[in-house]
């Protein structure tokens, strides 16, 4: 069993839409849960990092985490077509350097 | 500006014909990872660095060496390359308190 799981997808939406992205964890250790964007051709750009459990929002992006059920998401509202991309959900415990990342899932917002 | 830049961009070679990869950073960050990103695997780290002269394994070192002689550079070299290692390779880098920025990839072929 891998140690992140997450719905390659691909998953698409029409322009609106909310979107729901989810992972899954077994590894009880992890404190910090990051999601990240990632265009074709590029490299990941943070979109995303909470600590523990709970909330955050950024604009139309809203992160959740819930540590007792090892289960995380990110909720993108009145998505566009610029949304589309895949998105890796991550995670580490209190080693910096370790950085566990899901396999990703790609989006794809219809105008 | 504040990147992480890598080279070459693109690069084919043949079965053991030694190669490295450059990665630098202008941030002064501490921290320094190599990953390699497979259809369906996700971001995998190949190696990390905590500091000048601090390197260690990550989840897939096989094949792989790396070093930290200045605070800025984290070459990868593969000494000598196989099909296996064809991939999409990102180095990435950051401070303890910081987010993790990412190169723009090194798209390695090996025939």
Redesign the interface.
């Known amino acids: 069993q891998k140690e992140v799981e997450q719905d390659p997808g691909p998953l698409s939406v029409p322009e609106g839409a909310i979107v729901s992205l989810n992972c899954t964890y077994s590894n009880s250790a992890f404190q910090y849960f990051m999601w990240y964007r990632q265009y074709s051709r590029k490299g990941p750009e943070l979109l995303m990092y909470t600590y523990s459990s709970g909330n955050k929002e950024d604009g139309r992006f809203t992160a959740q985490v819930d540590k007792s059920s090892k289960y995380i998401s990110l909720f993108i509202r009145d998505s566009q077509p610029s949304d589309s991309a895949t998105y890796l959900c991550a995670m580490s415990g209190s080693s910096a350097s370790k950085i566990i990342f899901g396999s990703g899932t790609r989006l794809s917002i219809r105008p | 500006e504040a990147q992480?830049t890598q080279n070459p961009r693109y690069l084919i070679t043949v079965t053991g014909k030694k190669l490295t990869v450059t990665c630098s950073q202008n941030m002064n960050h501490e921290?320094m990872?190599w990953?390699r990103q497979d259809p369906?695997?996700?971001?995998?780290?190949i190696y990390?660095?905590?500091n000048v002269e601090v390197t260690?394994k990550?989840d897939v070192p096989e094949g792989y060496k790396v070093s930290r002689k200045e605070k800025r550079n984290f070459p990868l070299i593969l000494e000598s390359p196989s099909p296996n290692q064809t991939s999409l390779y990102?180095c990435?880098s950051?401070s303890?308190s910081s987010?993790?920025y990412?190169?723009?990839?090194t798209r390695l072929t090996v025939t």
């Open positions: 992480v921290y990872s990953y369906g695997l996700g971001l995998r780290q990390y660095s905590m260690d990550g990102f990435a950051k303890r987010e993790q990412f190169g723009p990839g």
